[in-house]
């Protein structure tokens, strides 16, 4: 048996909505994607290697599917399940500038003389 890993980013590990079989099914889809995010695992290979039940693995893939981490369509011969790429969070950006325009200086100045007062 080939050895793979399991790569689960960081940013699903820390989502509260999700269970841990929630997060390992989603490493393990992960992990046999093809290069377009899509692969055809089932059900009863996932149950299988996690050693979890069938109804465990549907009502996970319907919460990674509610928590917009995958997509499932059928073909006519396969369920496709699709690994959805995760939006950066951007929490600030910062923005430096070395030559300072006189109009940077003005707009600045008029800013925190309203911050100051108030407005």
């Not at 600030?92 to 108030?118: F, S, V």
């Amino acid at each position: 048996m080939n050895d793979y890993y399991i790569k689960i980013p960081n940013r699903v590990l820390k989502m509260k909505d999700l269970t841990s079989n929630d997060k390992l099914i989603y490493g393990l889809i992960n992990s046999f994607t093809q290069k377009n995010g899509k692969t055809t695992v089932k059900n009863d290979f996932i149950a299988d290697t996690l050693s979890i039940s069938h109804n465990t693995v549907k009502s996970s893939l319907k919460r990674l599917k509610s928590n917009e981490l995958i997509t499932i369509t059928n073909s006519n011969r396969y369920r496709i399940i699709k690994i959805k790429a995760l939006k950066p969070k951007i929490n600030y950006i910062r923005i430096e500038i070395d030559d300072e325009p006189a109009w940077l200086d003005e707009t600045l100045a008029e800013l925190e003389r309203e911050w100051n007062e108030g407005i």
